[in-house]
Structures are given as C-alpha cells and as structure tokens.
C-alpha cells in the first residue's frame, strides 16, 4: 500500500446503509486503513437484494477492502474499547441519527477528548441541530423534501416517483469525503481536529445545478432538453439539446427542409419539425450510421441501454477498468465495481484478492495492529459479549 495517497491513515468507521459506507469504501480505496465496527445484527445491507451467504453484493459494493471489529456497543467494557480505537484513529465516520452516539458515550466531546487532532464526520438527513434533527432519513426521505421527485415527474409528465438511485447518499458521502480530506489537512497545520456536520438537505441543494432556479417562484421547469428518439435496429438514442437547437442543427447542415405549410401556426410546425426529425433519426440503416451522423454534427449523443449486461457492454467499461472480478470466502467469484480515482503515479482501488469482511473477523489482527491487545484480552472481550464474530472466526 506504500503508493496510496491515504496510506498509514487510519478510520474507524460507525457507519451504516450507504452514505457513510460509500464514503469510507472511497477512503480504503486511496489507501487508509478502514475499521468497520459492526453491531451483532449486522449492516442492513448484508441483506438487500441477492444474498450470497452472509453477503449481499450492496455490502460487498461498499465495504470490500475494509476490516471489520463487531462490537455490541451496549454491552459493559464496549465504550472504553471504542475510546482506545478513537485514540489511535485519524478519522471517525458515523451516519447514525443524531443523538445516539451520545447515549452510547462516543459522541464527539468524548472522542475528540482522548484524541484532539480526530476528524469525526457525522452525516445525517437534517443535521445535527435543528427543529428537525431527530428525523429518520433515508435518501428517499431527501429527494422528496428537497423537491427532486416533483421536478423529475412534471420534467416528464408522469407519475411522481422515487429514483432508483440513492442519489442523497452517495453525493453526501462525496461531500463528507472532500471535508474529511480538508479537516485532516488542517488538523496537521493546527493540530486541532473538527467534527463535520453533513445533512443530506443541505448536500441535495447544494449539488442541484439548477437550484439557483428554483428559489424563482415563477420558474416553472427547466426546457425541454435531451430529447430520446426512436433509433434504427430497434434502439433509442438521447441527443444533447432541445428542439430548436436539434432543427436549428439539422436544418443548416442541409440534411431537413421545413414541411411546415405556409400560414400554420406554432402547434402545427412544431408537431411537423418533429415528426421530421424524428424520421430522419430513424432513416439510417444501422444505429453506427446514425451515431457516425451525429459526432459528424458535433451533437452528443447516448445510447438508451438497459439495466445489466446492456449497460456494461459499453466501450469504456473494460477500457477503464471500471469493474473488476473479486472471490468470496467459498471462492465463489463475484463482480464489484473498480475505483473510479486515475492518478498519474499513485494507486487507487481494489485488486482482484480483496474481499468484504464478514462480521468480526479482523477482531484478532486488527485490534492487535491498532491498539496492541494481545489474544487473551480479545478472547476475555469475546467471553465478556463486547466483541462477537461470525460463526467460524
């Protein structure tokens, strides 16, 4: 690990789902040294959608390349173990709702008591003060309150829904990261760490590129943009730009004349120019002939694929490693995704050996490595029912 940017960084990571654990995948992947403490239930994600043994591949998405301690941090002795690991940590991560790190006696005063240069990143829906801090909040919970799910269903005429994507998660674990990254750059300046408040509120506003519209009350939608057409061999296309700009583009390349008759009005010669557009789009022979079309009119252009092997079988999927084949403990082999971070003498990511922890199974090395307990203290920890582990570890 001596070329990774985060190599000897040390996390210790509460966090459970998706937001704070997409967060601490990324730290592993640029080298920091990532402890999962999980309960003796486990992360939730070991069980959403397919399952492979005590494994789902949600959790094997965004925990492969970690350690893992299980920890019942309700049982006696729990808290003076956590408070030795967040001695020695450099970073804490934990997405609970607000308020139970406090009631366990791992908050932040307490953690950054024993360690005053610790960055601890809490993420929560709503904050870690405020009327509504006490809320649960999963990424469907955002997107409604920050008004995405209306906009998208208006944008296109059509029942309001949820994403199928945990957009509020994952954008929030990216921000968490970049302030983590800036915390711990001040932490070494100052020696004084910082605990980061991150809501998924605030993280979906921010990161809207049109929210600057939406504070207008007149604003009624953004334009009609990126239009989807029928395509040749049965495929649909997504063309960059919206409808005057596609004619606009078709009609002074000399490749569309105006059907519109003389004297119709706006509703006729809009229907008319679409309809020719949609058929030339439609006309050429094969979908590489209507692509070689639109690069030689300088239109981006995006194959409508469907979810699977259609979406993967796309060029730069190999070409940038952006999957990569990992086994599980039986040897059963499992496809995850790659790190997405290139340096240009520096390494990132996930080799094909790594492997998502199963519960406790690093209770042994890795709380030799970070705290220095021999095996007898483990075992009489394990005896005591502050650490448990999978059967078989």
């Keep these: 690990m001596a070329n990774f940017p985060l190599t000897g960084l040390k996390v210790l990571d ?54 893992n301690v299980c920890i019942d941090m309700k049982a006696d002795g729990a808290r003076e173990l956590i408070l030795q690991l967040a001695a020695k940590a450099d970073v804490v991560v934990e997405n609970f709702r607000p308020g139970v790190m406090d009631r366990f006696g791992v908050a932040w005063r307490d953690l950054s008591a024993v360690n005053p240069k610790l960055v601890m990143l809490s993420i929560s829906g709503f904050g870690q003060a405020g009327p509504e801090r006490s809320r649960a909040a999963y990424a469907p919970v955002v997107h409604a309150e920050t008004g995405l799910l209306a906009r998208q269903a208006r944008a296109v005429k059509g029942p309001t829904g949820d994403i199928q994507y945990s957009m509020a998660d994952t954008y929030s674990g990216l921000h968490g990261l970049v302030a983590v990254l800036a ?10 760490g910082q605990h980061i408040d991150i809501a998924m509120l605030n993280v979906m506003h921010a990161t809207d590129d049109y929210a600057h519209l939406a ?57 008319l120019r679409r309809k020719a557009l949609a058929d030339v789009v439609l006309a050429h022979p094969t979908f590489a002939a209507l692509t070689a079309q639109l690069d030689a009119l300088n239109l981006a252009w995006g194959k409508v694929r469907t979810v ?86």
Excluded: C
Excluded at 183 to 192: F, S
Excluded at 217 to 245: C, F, Q, S
């Design 183 to 192: 915390a711990l750059r001040l932490a070494d300046q100052t020696g004084t």
């Design 308 to 393: 699977g092997a259609d979406a993967f079988s796309q060029p730069s999927i190999a070409a940038r490693g952006v999957f990569i084949e990992v086994e599980d403990e039986t040897g059963e082999r499992h496809t995850t995704v790659q790190s997405p971070y290139k340096f240009s003498d520096a390494d990132a990511g996930i080799t094909s050996a790594s492997r998502a922890p199963r519960r406790g199974e690093h209770n042994l090395t890795a709380l030799r490595d970070w705290i220095d307990l021999a095996s007898g203290q483990v075992a009489a920890l394990r005896d005591a029912g502050v650490l448990l582990a999978e059967d078989g570890l």
């Design 14 to 67: 509460f966090s459970r789902v998706v937001a704070g654990p997409f967060a601490t995948r990324m730290l592993s992947d640029l080298g920091a040294d990532v402890l999962k403490i999980e309960p003796p239930e486990g992360d939730v994600t070991r069980h959403m959608g397919k399952t492979f043994g005590e494994m789902s591949g949600s959790y094997l998405q965004q925990n492969i390349g970690k350690r």
């Design 215 to 271: 504070l207008d009350d007149a604003w009624a939608g953004r334009p009609d943009e990126n239009l989807i057409w029928d395509g040749p061999e049965g495929n649909k296309v997504l063309i960059t730009g919206n409808m005057k700009w596609l004619w606009h583009v078709y009609s002074t390349s000399g490749l569309l004349t105006d059907p519109t008759p003389p004297g119709a009005d706006l509703e006729t010669k809009l229907k």
